[in-house]
């Protein structure tokens, strides 16, 4: 049996991984850390998308999550990446996490092979959550992935006893509606698409997973803990609205990191081949952000 999922009803970053030249820049991590943590957010995602996990090698990854543990496990709940491609490789990954003290895994379908039948796939959550010892989030993220998570496998392996929830970042508001009437009342619900965020939580989403939440912390934990709220509304307006535009046009890595840089909250906006470095140009929405935290 899987320990009892992580209480993630707020905002949790997917943490960007800051880089110098080639290396990690584990300065430029510590300080993003602490200032997410200080922000208000109520979990942290190392080695999701934002935070580039498909362009790390293996040990890069076992050694962000290391650290994460080590410097804010104690204080906020841990999720890290445990997509694979293979059903052993996925579950060997996640014992690793497990090993390393994370809290739970998200877990997207795999990303080469896609399933030429539904029941293929839900086959695969399923045997991956029967050999899981951590809680499991699956992720939809078909822009990555190549294809979606059927709302209709999500209902499938929502009874299951390690998976506890769901990432949408399909940018489909009406697939989050069949993903919330379809699986059971504890089944916890997270948007990932900014834009999708207020409207999302509005419908009963329990929290977000956000990459501009590590950039403006304050203000995504602001608009999650009451989102009927004008404030909230003007957060979405001024602030999440435009620089969502601007991780539209940029990509969700760079233009996350170029204002990581702006902020001098990292030390540069590098980013990993395939990617390249992203511009926000001059922003209004930071001020706002400051403003309405």
């Given at each position: 049996m899987t320990r009892d999922p992580p209480a993630l009803d707020g905002v949790t970053p997917p943490l960007a991984t800051p880089f110098d030249g080639t290396d990690i820049d584990w300065e430029s991590f510590d300080d993003l850390l602490t200032h997410?943590?200080?922000?208000?957010?109520?979990?942290?995602?190392?080695?999701?998308?934002?935070?580039?996990?498909?362009?790390?090698?293996?040990?890069e990854r076992r050694r962000l999550v290391e650290h994460t543990v080590d410097r804010v496990g104690d204080e906020v709940p841990v999720i890290a990446g445990g997509t694979g491609t293979s059903v052993r490789e996925t579950v060997e990954w996640i014992e690793t996490l497990d090993d390393l003290g994370v809290d739970a895994a998200v877990l997207t379908a795999p990303y080469f092979h896609n399933s030429n039948r539904e029941p293929g796939l839900r086959r695969f959550f399923e045997a991956v959550a029967d050999a899981s010892p951590l809680p499991l989030c699956l992720y939809n993220i078909p822009a990555c992935v190549g294809e979606p998570i059927p709302a209709e496998t999500v209902a499938a392996v929502a009874d299951h006893e390690a998976v506890f929830g769901l990432k949408d970042s399909s940018g489909d508001l009406a697939y989050g509606l069949r993903a919330m009437h379809s699986t059971p009342d504890d089944f916890a619900l997270f948007q990932g698409y900014d834009a999708l965020l207020l409207p999302s939580l509005r419908m009963g989403f329990d929290g977000g997973i956000n990459a501009l939440s590590n950039a403006v912390p304050e203000a995504y934990a602001n608009l999650v803990a009451e989102p009927s709220s004008e404030r909230a509304e003007r957060i979405h307006r001024e602030v999440v609205e435009p620089l969502f535009d601007r991780c539209l046009d940029e990509g969700f890595a760079p233009a996350t990191k170029a204002l990581l840089a702006e902020r001098d909250l990292i030390a540069t906006p590098d980013v990993r081949p395939p990617l390249a470095a992203g511009d926000i140009g001059e922003s209004e929405a930071l001020a706002a952000a400051r403003e309405l935290r």
């Open positions: 997410v943590v200080d922000g208000g957010v109520t979990g942290v995602f190392p080695c999701g998308t934002t935070g580039e996990a498909a362009s790390l090698t293996r040990e």
